[in-house]
């Protein structure tokens, strides 16, 4: 179903709720530079959104999060850094405010002039977020006469300021939002055959659970990051000191097993790389699966095996990429995620190539190759669900086009 923008509604002067995703990466604490933005491209998703508010004379609140802070106030995650990088982007002040509800906050928003923009703190900082507490949905609303979501990587979870705030407020979408629909429906219904699917990363119990989906949907599922430890231990290898998560061994037998009707073939490593610790410069070398060594870890795939992903994806005619192939960070464990991105940029053309997932953005964009693929999505875990068919709580609340 077609969701209403921004450009079919009358927004002009209103007092706008605006829900985006500025979870950006910070560089980790403490240390120099900690709390710097490591990257704004999140924000850069936004502004053609903030642009059109503010052209018609809109009172923008800005509502976020950042972190997992999990329901109380993490100086770290407060939002400071991130309304004055905003501010420069625009070269227009923002008004940061203490907190996202009570008197203060209120007043300050009645005293915005038209064309304004305020951010409030970082919502996780309250615990009704997460919960979707009908009360703190209830306050988001009240300090707004409209709800637009432009918070796509944030549309997976019926959170108090992605879901439920909308049952209170005329809601409809962002201009982001608008495109990363548009642009992903498209892209699933014109999926061409064959179909691959790489998944990898760190939020492994996240993804694992979305993999027999995935497995359904396509032809070919490659596993990297750090899930590929499970696999192999599925397999029988001994994976040294990586984390395994050890309630999802059958599951993962069964992936591979791919006895479902319809299932894909699933590509697990062949070798790896390992390090001797987790840090930049641990001492690290290249290793059949079965010679791990014992408390080594698993820090990328190994250049055997990134040659038999290219080729997989070399193959296809559409792919889904979300999760770095390894520790991409660090030079020494960048080469397998290099390799699988070199492959999907060299579709450019003759394939359909979506990425979600701020790593694998963020791993595509260092690589000089975000203008090859069709489509970089700002969402991870929500492009996922999306490509599965599964209705995102934060786009179903949204109003329907007629
Ligand atoms: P995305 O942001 O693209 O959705 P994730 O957030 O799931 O991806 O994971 C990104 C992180 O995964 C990167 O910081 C990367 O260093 C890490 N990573 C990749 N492979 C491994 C591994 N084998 N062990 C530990 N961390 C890994
Ligand atoms: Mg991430």
């Not at 005293?111 to 919502?123: D, K, T």
């Not at 796509?152 to 909308?166: I, L, P, Y």
């Not at 694992?208 to 995935?214: E, F, G, H, I």
Request: aromatic residues 4%; hydrophobic residues 45%; proline residues 5%.
């Amino acid at each position: 179903m077609v969701k209403l923008s921004i450009r079919d509604y009358e927004v002009g002067g209103k007092t706008v709720l605006l829900r985006v995703d500025y979870n950006l990466p910070m560089k980790p604490g403490p240390g120099p530079g900690a709390g710097e933005i490591l990257d704004d491209r999140r924000i850069m998703a936004t502004v053609p959104t903030l642009a059109y508010l503010v052209q018609n004379e809109c009172r923008v609140v800005i509502v976020t999060h950042l972190g997992r802070p999990q329901g109380k106030r993490v100086d770290e995650f407060a939002l400071d850094p991130v309304s004055t990088r905003l501010s420069q982007i625009l070269a227009m002040p923002i008004v940061q405010l203490p907190g996202c509800r009570g008197p203060e906050v209120q007043a300050a928003i009645s005293a915005m002039p038209p064309g304004s923009i305020a951010m409030l703190e970082n919502i996780r900082f309250d615990p009704g977020e997460e919960t979707n507490d009908p009360k703190l949905a209830r306050d988001l609303a009240g300090l707004a006469g409209l709800y637009v979501n432009d918070a796509f990587g944030a549309a997976h979870r019926a959170h108090a300021s992605t879901e439920g705030v909308a049952h209170h407020l005329p809601a409809i979408a962002g201009l982001l939002m608008e495109r990363e629909l548009s642009v992903l429906s498209s892209a699933l219904e014109a999926s061409e055959r064959p179909f691959t699917a790489i998944v990898g990363g760190a939020k492994v119990s996240d993804k694992m659970a979305v993999l027999d989906r995935q497995a359904v949907l396509v032809d070919t599922l490659i596993i990297g990051g750090g899930m590929a430890a499970t696999f192999l231990t599925a397999q029988g290898y001994t994976v040294g000191a990586s984390k395994v998560e050890e309630n999802r061994l059958d599951y993962a037998r069964n992936l591979m097993a791919g006895e479902k009707p319809g299932a894909a073939r699933v590509l697990v490593p062949t070798d790896v790389v390992v390090a001797a610790g987790f840090a930049e410069e641990a001492t690290s070398r290249t290793v059949r699966v079965d010679e791990i060594p014992e408390g080594w870890l698993v820090l990328d795939i190994g250049p055997n095996t990134a040659a038999a992903y290219a080729q997989a994806v070399s193959e296809s005619k559409t792919v889904l990429w979300n999760g770095p192939m390894g520790v991409f960070e660090w030079e020494s464990f960048s080469h397998g995620t290099r390799r699988v991105a070199q492959a999907v940029a060299d579709l450019d053309g003759i394939a359909t190539t979506v990425i979600g997932g701020g790593s694998t953005a963020d791993a595509v964009a260092r690589l000089g190759l975000a203008s090859k693929v069709s489509h970089v999505s700002t969402g991870g875990g929500a492009t996922l669900e999306f490509i599965e068919g599964k209705e995102l709580p934060g786009v179903a609340v949204l109003m329907d086009a007629e």
